[in-house]
């Protein structure tokens, strides 16, 4: 039996494709992982004997057609998932099983794959650590006392320690691309409304984003691939015709302008991060690619827009979680207000508390026109940056965080600290635009950095393809001794 | 005739007080489903029986605007004469409530989908305006219930998203009267265009009643309070009239009306405070992120206007010119589109003049006594239209014809087979009736002597005498005719 740890998300595709080996050969591989690796703590829930028994249903179909034949997958647990747990991270939905599938995953299913079980996040995907999960932090394989970043921070370690081929996360302010830069994987956030937001538990509506988490970048293009596509039960769906952006792939970017943001050579920026760009910059130097220096001149105003734009829309977002239709409810209380404010006080978490009483602050009669409007027209502004920007050129090349990975606790007790992590990710939600990160090197510890890459809406190919062409560059290299089986 | 003077103020030893009214109207869109969902909108089916994962708020579930929805505020909007703006944006309305499953309504803010608009009321002091202030869409919330147990509250979610439009007034009403007609005229408006059945037993039609007054003649209008969500017109009125005399009452007695939301208690016949302006919700309003701005193209409205139907006004004005009706008899025929449309139907083959008494003095006391509508009026147009034109050929007469009516009213019969059946055909055969008449003077020659000799009153009863030996039947003009030939002689 082959290892098929090394292989790609692909690579299984074609095995089962071509008959080498079956559905259930590979289900049961990643199964065996997953059983061995429960110090991750990736997952929420599993769903073994299903999965055994989809890869069975599998293997005996004739048609191996779909883009993802007989590829079992974990995905984070924000997405619904029918008869399956789907708890967003959260005691108030810890037995939630939804009677639905979301868009994305059900596009997954149709193309072949087969769910193995519900990866970690941080709840409601509100965290750039998983520390705030109800089910406990998720931990990176990259090192024993290491955070995976986050939201999806379990699907990013899960990814990196091989307990499923590729994953898929949601991006609200940076949720897949930070995680991928922690665990030298590849995440890819979309264009807002390439991919549909319906059965996927919102957190900020405006910013939420489907992605892939791929070990590579072919594999990114195949899962994007995937999981696109317009769906008219999401009026922000983007209505346009499904790209092949696997078969388009090529690492053609000769010629291609790479603009350069002086802004986001922030201070205090770790040295080796600064090298990792210029390294990022000399490859594609190398690849003929133009290298041109622009500015996006708003981008310090994004971090403190993003803190007041998706916690206003949370606050509104969580306000179903009320303990009287589904999901978690206080025994306690002797009326209906009271039966709210425990079942909310005990359902929730410090941080998604923290994020409720922003929004609600933000929005209310008397501040909404210094907070909420004004991070209205500042995010408009951030996006004419990016658009001025992209007259001049292809794509934008920039570090995916501020740092590598920190430790368990290391910031749980320093919000603004932790928020700053996303100071490089966040202007591109607001924007709606595309971006990837790839591994591009390691800081002095070893541990994974990434390079983000950003384009204009719906210009993934583009991308792709230069990450495609940077990664054989790079040739970035992960061997993790697997300590934690 | 002259016109009536407006004489509605609220009159006290020292003062006299104007009242200030202004409505917000709930109407309920006649649609198949609902404003975001594709769920049933229905009236009376079992609880929770039409509830969509989108109206019970599950988590990631999205809201897809019900474009019929739109079509019906649109052309409610151009029945009201309003401006429809191309571009409309729904925010979210927050607040808690058991029956609220998302915490928050979907509704218009800012940005509704109808700006100013204007209706006419036809008062007996004149015509009047009612200016419109603005139309916008929302959805509707669940239903409490709590009188079904003494430690539960249960909630239907049944009307959970539901489309309603909010229309609110101008602060132009001045009396309940006026309020009266202003919710009729609406209701009628939109029974016309077929985008609100206005049943306010259903709750299809309810209103949010803004009451202030000020003393005759003053300028600056009274601080308002505002009585939530009434239900019907009667209770419309009786709650305009009792707040505004409370409000008479407190400043009289030299105390401030503080802006509030108020209940109306029906049997009590009084309104109390609900919540003070310091209690007053903040309802957080911020563009639902959920849903695109909505614009609309002009040709979508020119496409709707197209298709509206003649609107109350217009066809009152027709009515008058082209048929010679009175503005009375105008308005109680177009107050309901299936009565302008039976009055139609009916004057294609019958005298209007007596197609419009007959209608609104017969057919409609038959109507209300049995508490029909139009629609299912047992005498059909055509029945109607051949009972009049049996009168105007004086086949039968008016007498003659009430009795053939009340028989269609029962058996839902032609008028032509009734008369035959029940031999009510008018007697005018001269020869016939002549010797009727030769018969009642011969029985009653003294009588005839008398008339002779000078007494003229006793015509009457040799009229009376003919009719009832013809059984009523005989021709009255022709009885009158022979009858004074004979008696000349």
Redesign the interface.
């Known amino acids: 039996m082959s290892d098929f740890n090394k292989s790609s998300l692909l690579e299984i595709v074609n095995l089962i494709k071509s008959k080498k080996v079956s559905s259930l050969e590979i289900t049961n591989h990643f199964i065996k992982n997953i059983e061995k690796s429960k110090k991750l703590n990736c997952f929420i829930t599993t769903c073994f004997e299903e999965s055994v028994k989809n890869a069975k249903n599998f293997d005996a179909k004739k048609n191996f057609d779909g883009l993802l034949s007989g590829v079992p997958l974990a995905v984070k647990d924000l997405f619904?998932t029918k008869n399956i747990k789907?708890t967003?991270g959260s005691k108030i939905?810890e037995n939630?099983i939804?009677?639905?599938e979301?868009t994305v995953t059900n596009n997954l299913w149709s193309e072949g794959a087969i769910l193995l079980g519900k990866l970690n996040c941080d709840e409601f995907a509100m965290g750039s650590s998983n520390e705030t999960s109800y089910f406990g932090n998720t931990i990176n394989p990259v090192g024993k006392d290491l955070v995976p970043g986050g939201s999806s921070g379990g699907s990013a370690s899960a990814l990196a320690a091989n307990l499923t081929p590729a994953t898929i996360g949601t991006d609200t302010g940076g949720s897949i691309r930070q995680p991928a830069s922690f665990t030298g994987t590849v995440g890819l956030k979309p264009t807002y409304g390439l991919c549909s937001?319906?059965?996927?538990?919102?957190f900020?509506?405006?910013l939420d984003q489907a992605g892939p988490m791929t070990k590579n970048v072919e594999d990114s293009a195949l899962l994007l691939e995937a999981m696109s596509g317009h769906d008219?039960?999401?009026?922000?769906s983007i209505n346009k015709k499904k790209e092949n952006y696997l078969k388009n792939l090529n690492e053609k970017i000769k010629g291609l302008k790479i603009g350069i943001p002086k802004e986001y050579r922030v201070e205090n920026m770790p040295k080796e991060i600064d090298n990792l760009w210029k390294k990022g910059i000399d490859i594609l130097k190398k690849s003929g690619a133009k290298i041109v220096n622009v500015t996006l001149p708003h981008t310090k105003y994004a971090l403190p827009t993003y803190y007041i734009v998706a916690p206003?829309?949370a606050?509104?977002n969580?306000?179903?979680y009320?303990g009287?239709?589904?999901g978690y409810r206080s025994k306690k209380g002797k009326n209906?207000?009271e039966m709210?404010e425990n079942t909310r006080g005990e359902g929730f978490g410090d941080e998604v508390k923290r994020r409720v009483l922003i929004g609600?602050y933000v929005?209310?009669?008397g501040y909404?026109d210094a907070y909420?409007l004004k991070a209205q027209k500042v995010r408009k502004l951030i996006k004419n940056d990016f658009d001025k920007c992209f007259k001049n050129v292809d794509a934008i090349l920039t570090p995916s965080t501020p740092s590598s990975a920190f430790k368990v606790g290391e910031k749980t007790n320093d919000p603004i600290s932790m928020y700053l992590n996303d100071i490089f990710t966040v202007p591109v939600n607001l924007a709606g635009i595309p971006a990837i990160s790839i591994p591009a090197g390691q800081d002095n510890k070893g541990y994974p950095l990434g390079l983000q890459l950003i384009s204009r809406a719906l210009d993934e190919q583009k991308i792709l393809n230069i990450a495609f062409a940077m990664e054989k560059s790079i040739g970035f290299k992960q061997s993790l001794n697997r300590w934690w089986e | 005739m002259e016109k009536e003077k407006f004489d509605y103020y609220i009159k006290t030893d020292k003062n006299s007080w104007e009242v200030v009214v202004g409505l917000e109207v709930h109407a309920q869109v006649i649609s198949e489903s609902k404003l975001f969902s594709g769920s049933s909108t229905k009236f009376g089916a079992k609880p929770n029986t039409q509830v969509s994962?989108v109206d019970?708020?599950?988590?990631?579930?999205?809201?897809?605007?019900n474009q019929y929805c739109i079509e019906q505020a649109v052309k409610t909007g151009l029945g009201l004469n309003a401006k429809i703006n191309l571009y409309s944006i729904f925010d979210?309305k927050?607040y808690?409530?058991?029956d609220l499953?998302?915490?928050?309504q979907i509704s218009q803010y800012k940005n509704p989908i109808v700006g100013e608009g204007a209706v006419t009321l036809d008062m007996p002091y004149g015509s009047k305006k009612v200016g419109i202030e603005r139309l916008h869409l929302e959805q509707d919330a669940g239903k409490s219930i709590h009188d079904l147990s003494p430690d539960n509250?249960f909630?239907d979610l049944n009307r959970s998203g539901v489309a309603l439009m909010e229309i609110v007034s101008k602060p132009d009403l001045r009396s309940p009267n006026e309020v009266n007609l202003y919710v009729k005229k609406l209701r009628t408006i939109m029974r016309y265009l077929g985008t609100c059945d206005g049943n306010m037993q259903e709750g299809s039609l309810r209103a949010d009643v803004n009451v202030s007054v000020r003393k005759k003649g003053e300028k600056k209008f009274g601080t308002r309070c505002e009585i939530k969500n009434v239900n019907s017109i009667k209770f419309m009125e009786m709650a305009i009239d009792s707040e505004a005399k409370r409000q008479v009452e407190l400043l009289e007695s030299g105390k401030v009306i503080e802006q509030e939301t108020r209940l109306f208690d029906t049997k009590k016949n009084e309104t109390r405070s609900m919540r003070s302006k310091e209690e007053a919700h903040?309802y957080?309003?911020?563009p639902d992120?959920?849903?695109?701005p909505l614009e609309i193209k002009q040709s979508f409205i020119d496409g709707l206007k197209k298709k509206l139907p003649e609107l109350p006004d217009k066809k009152k004005d027709r009515f008058i010119k082209k048929f010679k009706l009175t503005p009375y008899e105008a308005n109680v025929l177009v107050s309901e589109i299936d009565i302008s449309k039976y009055f139609e139907e009916v004057i294609k083959n019958a005298d209007i003049k007596l197609a419009k008494n007959w209608i609104i003095v017969e057919l409609f006391a038959v109507l209300n006594e049995k508490n029909l509508d139009i629609k299912d009026s047992p005498v059909s147009p055509k029945n109607l239209a051949s009972l009049i034109k049996a009168i105007s050929s004086g086949e039968i007469s008016g007498k003659i014809a009430k009795k053939v009516f009340e028989i269609m009213v029962e058996t839902g019969g032609e008028p032509s087979k009734i008369i035959k059946e029940k031999g009510l055909k008018q007697q005018s055969d001269p020869k016939e009736l002549e010797k009727i008449i030769i018969k009642v003077l011969g029985d009653n020659s003294e009588k005839v002597s008398e008339y002779k000799s000078g007494k003229e009153k006793l015509y009457g009863f040799f009229v009376g005498e003919v009719m009832k030996a013809s059984s009523g039947k005989a021709n009255p003009k022709l009885v009158n005719d022979i009858l004074k030939e004979k008696l000349k002689k």
């Open positions: 619904c789907s967003a939905l939630f939804p009677t639905y979301s937001r319906w059965g996927i538990v919102a900020a509506s405006s008219h039960k999401d009026s922000t206003a829309e606050s509104s969580l306000a179903r009320d009287v239709k589904y209906l207000i709210y609600t929005l209310s009669s909404y909420y | 994962l019970s708020a599950f988590p990631g579930m999205l809201p897809v605007i979210r927050n808690f409530y058991a499953p998302a915490g928050y509250t909630v903040d957080r309003y911020f992120p959920d849903l695109l």
